[in-house]
């Protein structure tokens, strides 16, 4: 079965600053790759998915994230981080059932 | 376009008592999923549906867990009895075939 690693369980950047979150993942075949945000008291609501095709995939809110089949890596990237970026940031990936599994999470806190 | 929908939002219950939650997904969506998400975790895939045949229940604690989807649209997610540890936040999502999950608010389950 698939997994998802999250490696940082709490990331804390200054507004304006850029923002990486990171995520390996494990899968025999090529991956559905998604990003999903949960604001506290929310449910999650999607930022940006890969299937195939371009490595660069470019989502809502300003986020991007590249798939590196190299490293089975699917980082998420923004360029300026805005106080109402923090939230709990999900990696998941599926399967050709759409079966999804989910990593731990990230926590990102935005300092003014 | 109605997004998937949960009820109730919150459920507090002793251990050894019963609990259903109940979820209508988004209309054609024909797959539907139900996920255990405990605090500081990210969500665990308990069960997915195809129309109303089971996909995949390998996560689910058969003992206890059981889940339905009658005509293929709503479904009820059962705990009986509960216990401390099932204590969550219980989401259910929706799909058109592999693609994006949708996800309800979720059901907040306390077990005291």
């Known amino acids: 079965a698939q997994s998802v690693t999250q490696p940082d369980i709490h990331i804390t950047v200054s507004e304006g600053a850029s923002l990486e979150l990171r995520c390996n993942y494990s899968y025999g075949a090529t991956p559905y790759l998604f990003w999903y945000v949960q604001s506290p008291g929310q449910g999650l609501q999607l930022l940006l998915k890969y299937f195939s095709g371009d490595t660069l995939v470019q989502g809502i809110k300003g986020f991007e994230a590249e798939f590196k089949r190299s490293q089975s890596s699917f980082n998420l990237r923004k360029p300026s981080v805005h106080w109402s970026d923090a939230a709990e940031y999900f990696c998941a990936v599926g399967s050709n059932n759409n079966d999804m599994r989910f990593g731990a999470g990230t926590r990102l806190t935005v300092k003014p | 376009e109605a997004g998937v929908a949960q009820s109730p939002r919150y459920k507090i219950i002793e251990k050894r008592q019963s609990v259903a939650f109940w979820c209508n997904p988004i209309?054609?969506?024909?797959?539907l999923y139900w996920y255990q998400q405990i605090l500081g975790q990210g969500p665990k895939l308990l069960i997915q549906f195809q129309n109303n045949g089971v996909v995949d229940d390998s996560q689910l604690p058969k003992d206890r867990f059981s889940a339905e989807r009658l005509k293929g649209v709503d479904s009820t997610l059962k705990i009986q009895p509960a216990k401390l540890e099932d204590s969550a936040v219980y989401l259910c999502?929706?799909?058109?075939?592999?693609?994006?999950?949708?996800f309800g608010p979720g059901t907040r389950l306390t077990v005291l």
């Open positions: 999502a929706s799909s058109f075939e592999v693609d994006e999950q949708f």
């Open positions: 209309s054609g969506h024909a797959t």
